[in-house]
Nanobody, 124 residues
Framework: EQQLVESGGGLVQAGGSLRLSCDVS????????IGWFRQAPGKERSGVSY????????YYTDSVKGRFTISRDVAKNMVYLQMNSLKPEDTAIYYC?????????????????WGQGTQVTVSP
């Protein structure tokens, strides 16, 4: 069964850190790009970061570059998003996603597979 299960969200003060985890089942890292989207209240869902299937290339949207780091543990079937120097504008529901095409994070359409999401709230 293909499944993506997020964990690690929560409430943190501005400047703090959180690490999101995505438990990946039924998706091979050899064929699927896996990463994160987020959706803030009243805003569209947008790509945050991914790690590609082919060579592990990473991508970050401009607003999180230098603050967020994506990684994967192939042996544990886990993908992580380390979020440092968090800002109130990072507040959103964060979704783990998987797709055979990394361009889904940049140009769409949205990935085919999604987790249920985890809430991240950053207080001023």
């Amino acid at each position: 069964e293909q499944q993506l299960v997020e964990s690690g969200g929560g409430l943190v003060q501005a400047g703090g850190s959180l690490r999101l985890s995505c438990d990946v089942s039924g998706f091979s890292f050899d064929y699927y790009t896996i990463g994160w989207f987020r959706q803030a209240p009243g805003k569209e869902r947008s790509g945050v970061s991914y790690i590609s299937s082919k060579d592990g290339t990473t991508y970050y949207t401009d607003s999180v570059k230098g603050r967020f780091t994506i990684s994967r543990d192939v042996a544990k079937n886990m993908v992580y998003l380390q979020m440092n120097s968090l800002k109130p504008e990072d507040t959103a529901i964060y979704y783990c996603a998987a797709d055979g095409d990394a361009s889904s994070w940049l140009y769409g359409p949205f990935p085919d597979h999604w987790g249920q999401g985890t809430q991240v709230t950053v207080s001023p």
